[in-house]
């Protein structure tokens, strides 16, 4: 791993004392690895590290899972070609390296996660504290290092399995698992996590991984998987927890409606602080500009972070007339740019029916994430990893697959419904499979599942080829090696300088 992580901040290791004949390592006034891991509060302190690095996986996230994809680009930003611009391109274009940053940063992440839970699965066991509350610290421990790993298995293909404290140099150094072995731990911590964590107690809820959660992940792993059946039995089981759809849809991104009955998990932000536990979504995915008011009601310049994952000509025609997730998903910034590529706003419009102002041009931004907040690169937005309307669509995928095509059409149409389009009664399971594709793609967009889902159904190829014989028709500024696919970009390098530093693992065909 990049380096071996001991007590990540929350604990200190001093020497306190020494003199010619004693060194007092673990001085018993001082918390250590040796005295930190003794009580409820501290298990629980420690729980809440694991659950930070899924913060940083979603800086990586967003450009590794959605930008990747065709609902979302980049604009064109000529004038600065520094890495970190160039690197985040380079993703959306398929032109990236094993040192890619960005890239490198969603493996990292992950095993900066994974290694905070194998320190508390190590010592909890053994510990006094009482087993209930061991067991609902190990099942979200465990649904945690299931989670990243699903992460890392589908971004990197077979990964070194750590699945314990990393306490000497040399058991940092693994070999890489195959891709089935990482699956089956995946599907182990999964089932464990489900048999050690309960419902949700109410709405909304606390935030913390729930029965629901490591359900909804085993799903999506069976989902994967092809395993069709495992995953129907799975998901049926979610309704009788408490879960359901909000009446609109842009309730489930309010942020006066975190954790509700709709959220089966989502990564927590709180607006107001400082210490990275704030939200700015909205500022990545507006135009680069020096003040950013006009949308988001308070002044700064976004124009060094801004101007990614900006929805696709492709994905706003995908939504249907009347859909209105439209309209909650996707809003116009109206303005100009200057001949350094930089934004200036005039007007915040909606995507129905757009059409600019003389003299203007209108860009299109992610509004989902869009909501009233008082400092600038500090909102109160959670992210979404798993959805309701998620499991809906995911069930009666795994029912048309199976052949029950009739029987899937109710889950399917719930969603659409909302949505305020018509019930669909079609049972070709080849024609539903097209549709209920369709519904994912429009329901779960800009939440990081697009990439993923080209990827398991096998389209990503196909897809993402014609996808760029369009951009470059529509746009200048696409590279003329761009978009060439093969098999080996269906995966991420893993980290150029994880294959120097450890002998024991092979790079990715394709990369270098």
């Not at 400082?274 to 990545?284: A, D, E, L, R, V």
């Amino acid at each position: 791993m990049k380096k071996i992580f001991t007590l990540f901040g929350l604990l200190t290791f001093t020497i306190l004392s020494c003199n010619k004949d004693f060194i007092e390592l673990t001085p018993p006034d001082q918390v250590s690895g040796k005295t930190f891991y003794q009580t409820e509060d501290q298990f629980r302190q420690a729980l809440a590290t694991a659950y930070v690095p899924l913060r940083n996986l979603l800086i990586y996230d967003m450009l590794d899972a959605e930008m990747r994809s065709d609902n979302t680009y980049y604009e064109n930003f000529s004038v600065n070609r520094g890495d970190g611009f160039v690197q985040r391109e380079n993703i959306a274009d398929f032109t990236n390296s094993s040192s890619n940053g960005y890239t490198n940063g969603s493996y990292f992440a992950c095993y900066t996660g994974i290694s905070r839970c194998n320190m508390i699965t190590d010592k909890i066991r053994n510990s006094a504290i009482s087993d209930a509350a061991k067991n609902e610290i190990e099942g979200q421990v465990k649904f945690l290092r299931a989670f990243f790993y699903f992460k890392l298995v589908r971004y990197f293909g077979g990964v070194p399995l750590f699945l314990k404290e990393v306490k000497v140099a040399d058991d940092a150094f693994l070999t890489r698992s195959t891709v089935d072995e990482v699956y089956n731990q995946i599907i182990s911590d999964a089932k464990d996590a489900i048999g050690m964590l309960q419902p949700p107690a109410k709405f909304p809820q606390t935030g913390l991984a729930t029965k629901g959660a490591a359900t909804m992940l085993l799903a999506d792993v069976y989902l994967t998987q092809k395993k069709y059946a495992e995953a129907e039995g799975l998901l049926k089981t979610l309704p009788a927890m408490g879960y359901d759809l909000n009446p609109n849809y842009a309730d489930a991104f309010s942020t006066s409606n975190k954790n509700s009955k709709e959220s089966v998990f989502e990564v927590q932000y709180n607006e107001g602080l400082t210490n990275g536990q704030q939200s700015n979504f909205i500022y990545q995915f507006l135009p680069r500009s020096t003040n950013t008011t006009v949308i988001t009601g308070v002044r700064t310049d976004n124009s060094a972070s801004g101007g990614y994952n900006i929805p696709t000509e492709d994905i706003i025609k995908a939504y249907e007339p009347g859909d209105k997730r439209l309209d909650a998903s996707i809003a116009v910034a109206e303005g100009s740019y200057n001949q350094s590529m930089i934004f200036t706003f005039s007007a915040n419009k909606g995507i129905i029916n757009y059409i600019p102002v003389a003299g203007k041009v209108g860009v299109p931004y992610i509004k989902k994430y869009l909501h009233t907040h008082s400092n600038a690169n500090n909102t109160n937005d959670n992210w979404p990893i798993y959805r309701y309307a998620e499991s809906l669509l995911s069930l009666a995928e795994t029912l048309n697959e199976q052949g029950k095509s009739g029987e899937a059409l109710p889950y399917l149409n719930k969603v659409r419904n909302r949505a305020g389009l018509s019930t669909v009664t079609i049972t070709d399971q080849t024609e539903l499979r097209g549709i209920i594709a369709h519904e994912r793609r429009v329901e779960l967009a800009f939440e990081n599942k697009r990439w993923h889902d080209l990827v398991r159904t096998g389209q990503a190829i196909q897809v993402m080829t014609n996808f760029g014989i369009a951009l470059k028709q529509r746009v200048n500024y696409v590279p003329a090696n761009a978009f060439a696919l093969d098999q080996t970009k269906l995966i991420y390098p893993i980290p150029n300088n994880e294959i120097n530093i450890n002998p024991k693992l092979i790079q990715n065909p394709g990369y270098f």
